[in-house]
Antibody, heavy 118, light 110 residues
Framework: QVQLVESGGGVVLPGRSLRLSCAAS????????MHWVRQAPGKGLEWVAV????????YYADSVKGRFTISRDNSKNTLYLQMNSLRPEDTAVYYC???????????WGQGTLVTVSS | QSALTQPASVSGSPGQSITISCTGT?????????VSWYQHHPGKAPKLMIS???NRPSGVSNRFSGSKSGNTASLTISGLQAEDEADYYC??????????FGGGTKLTVL
């Protein structure tokens, strides 16, 4: 069965960096676009970024553009989110999701919590 | 990108039907048939209930249905059950090649 397991969350100081990982199994990872979506405490879902199946196309929400980088290693079945210049408003549970194309986040992981605080 | 507009809350009794609206613009909902609906129980992974406006993924109950008219999409849940109580979010693909979510709707089953 499809499994997506996020890791790398934790507490980080404002202005610092953090890299999230999403380990995929149970499907042909290299055939699917992948998304990152986040949910701040008490808030709704916010789409973060998407990467095409081969990594050639990447798109970002305005709120993270220039600070976050989405990438993937198809040989390791792993999705990444490099987060730089973190702000308190980046505090959230970060979910990875297998895409139904670039347009839809289909199957989701359980999420990893990132807290940006001094 | 501005979030899609959803009502903050809706409620209904078991067995009834409810509809949740999702209003966007001519740059997202109005121009693409890539509207999705998600069910989210707090502390769990969100679950895709409807994709491409009205398509139900395998395993999703046929009590859930989706539609769209102009810039507004809708999710209808018929025969409400206690387990349907959750937060529901719509999303749409946009003309910027991004995805935008709605603010979410809390469904209470009375």
């Amino acid at each position: 069965q499809v499994q997506l397991v996020e890791s790398g969350g934790g507490v980080v100081l404002p202005g610092r960096s953090l890299r999230l990982s999403c380990a995929a199994s149970g499907f042909t990872f290299s055939s699917y676009a992948m998304h990152w979506v986040r949910q701040a405490p008490g808030k709704g879902l916010e789409w973060v970024a998407v990467i095409s199946y081969d990594g050639s196309n990447k798109y970002y929400a305005d709120s993270v553009k220039g600070r976050f980088t989405i990438s993937r290693d198809n040989s390791k079945n792993t999705l990444y989110l490099q987060m730089n210049s973190l702000r308190p408003e980046d505090t959230a549970v970060y979910y990875c999701a297998r895409g139904k194309g670039l347009m839809t986040a289909h199957l989701w992981g359980q999420g990893t919590l990132v807290t940006v605080s001094s | 990108q501005s979030a899609l507009t959803q009502p903050a809350s809706v409620s209904g009794s078991p067995g009834q039907s409810i509809t949740i609206s999702c209003t966007g613009t001519s740059s997202d909902v109005g121009v693409y048939n890539y509207v999705s609906w998600y069910q989210h129980h707090p502390g769990k992974a969100p679950k895709l209930m409807i994709s491409d406006v009205s398509n139900r993924p395998s395993g999703v109950s046929n009590r859930f249905s989706g539609s769209k008219s102009g810039n507004t999409a809708s999710l209808t849940i018929s025969g409400l059950q206690a387990e349907d109580e959750a937060d529901y979010y719509c999303s749409s693909y946009t003309s910027s090649s991004t995805v935008v979510f709605g603010g979410g709707t809390k469904l209470t089953v009375l």
